[in-house]
């Protein structure tokens, strides 16, 4: 698969189909309390980095104002593994190749170009902002 602007669901469900699966998810919070929204970026076995879910035909990022209904989505695509939420602009986010310069990935990082950014490297310690998927 080629990559692009992002993963639609129907995308993913279809690479799920061929014997894909769900490597790992994070979540980016955008703003705060009422207002905040959050989006999934999302690393598959077919694809290289993470890529944000977007909406049908690609329009625009597919967020959720509230985690309650984002939980809700990853076990529909079998995964069952816990759920890291950054705020927007957390420097963490650059160390995860395909996270959008606006949610604070690198700078120049787009989801059209997502192969200049190296996976961050596993850590004895989870993050003290690691949420439990259940």
């Known amino acids: 698969m080629a990559i692009g602007k992002g993963l639609q669901e129907a995308e993913l469900r279809a690479g799920i189909q061929d014997g894909g699966h769900v490597r790992g998810l994070i979540v980016v919070a955008r703003g705060d309390g009422d207002a ?14 993470y890529r944000i879910l977007r909406t049908w035909r690609d329009k625009d990022d597919r967020t959720f104002r509230s985690l309650d209904k984002l939980f809700k989505l990853p076990p529909t695509f079998g995964y069952h593994a816990p759920i890291t939420v950054y705020q927007q602009g957390c420097v963490e986010l650059q160390k995860f190749r ?13 989801t059209a ?4 950014h190296s996976e961050p490297e596993a850590s004895a310690e989870a993050p003290a902002h690691m949420l439990p998927t259940d």
Do not use: C, P
């Open 36 to 49: 905040a929204e959050y989006a999934i970026y999302i690393r598959t076995s077919w694809t290289r980095g």
């Open 98 to 110: 395909g996270v959008l310069a606006r949610d604070g990935g690198a700078k120049g990082a787009s």
């Open 113 to 116: 170009d997502t192969a200049e």
